[in-house]
T-cell receptor, first 117, second 110 residues
Framework: DTAVSQTPKYLVTQMGNDKSIKCEQN?????MYWYKQDSKKFLKIMFS???????INETVPNRFSPKSPDKAHLNLHINSLELGDSAVYFC????????????????FGAGTRLSVL | GQNIDQPTEMTATEGAIVQINCTYQ??????LFWYQQHAGEAPTFLSY????GLEEKGRFSSFLSRSKGYSYLLLKELQMKDSASYLC???????????FGPGTRLSVLP
């Protein structure tokens, strides 16, 4: 029944490793997002996809690569993990990404807590 | 550039009313959203404003003044479960980008 689900919920790994976080939404939404929330609780957008196409790519190291196999899935792959990557990563989705404000209401997954040691 | 400001922390008493302010300076504006985030959980949508004025939703209301770049979230009849962080977020003009404020951590005391 979960609307936006992320796996894994917790991820503990060593520096230099490569890891992936998966996200799926069953709401039929067109737009999906990845956010990073650091230790100061600042929620910052990383990427946004609309119908499998990248529409937002903020200033994020190219070690982070999103992949959207279909509009219900948006995965995040991180290469060569660094200590500063430790954060909570949230996936979100919205009906679409247009002028109608209600269509931009975002529904968040429970988050993936990444700890890089 | 985009800049959103909120008070870091606030404390209020159960049953009281609290107002959480948000000021913003953004290149283009399409609307302002408020989210609630309990500790260790995901943000959940509360309300949005696109036009100036007050939007009321039960115990929660949100106000917007576009000319002043200012919004507030008003919480009435505070309950212990309202202890959470409250995030304001601005949607840029072309609906392409969401910018979240730093959040206000509200503690409701008995």
């Amino acid at each position: 029944d979960t609307a936006v689900s992320q796996t894994p919920k917790y991820l503990v790994t060593q520096m230099g490793n490569d890891k992936s976080i998966k996200c799926e939404q069953n709401l039929g939404h067109d737009t999906m997002y990845w956010y990073k929330q650091d230790s100061k609780k600042f929620l910052k957008i990383m990427f946004s996809y609309n119908n499998k196409e990248l529409i937002i790519n903020e200033t994020v190291p190219n070690r982070f690569s999103p992949k959207s196999p279909d509009k219900a899935h948006l995965n995040l792959h991180i290469n060569s993990l660094e200590l500063g990557d430790s954060a909570v990563y949230f996936c979100a989705s919205s009906p679409e990404n247009r002028w109608a404000l209600a269509k931009n209401i975002q529904y968040f997954g429970a988050g993936t807590r990444l700890s890089v040691l | 550039g985009q800049n959103i400001d909120q008070p870091t922390e606030m404390t209020a008493t159960e049953g009281a009313i609290v107002q959480i302010n948000c000021t913003y300076q953004t290149s283009g504006f399409n609307g302002l959203f408020w989210y609630q985030q309990h500790a260790g959980e995901a943000p959940t949508f509360l309300s949005y404003n696109v036009l100036d004025g007050l939007e009321e939703k039960g115990r929660f209301s949100s106000f917007l003044s576009r000319s002043k770049g200012y919004s507030y979230l008003l919480l009435k009849e505070l309950q212990m479960k309202d202890s959470a962080s409250y995030l304001c977020a601005v949607l840029s003009l072309y609906g392409q980008n969401f910018v979240f404020g730093p959040g206000t951590r509200l503690s409701v005391l008995p």
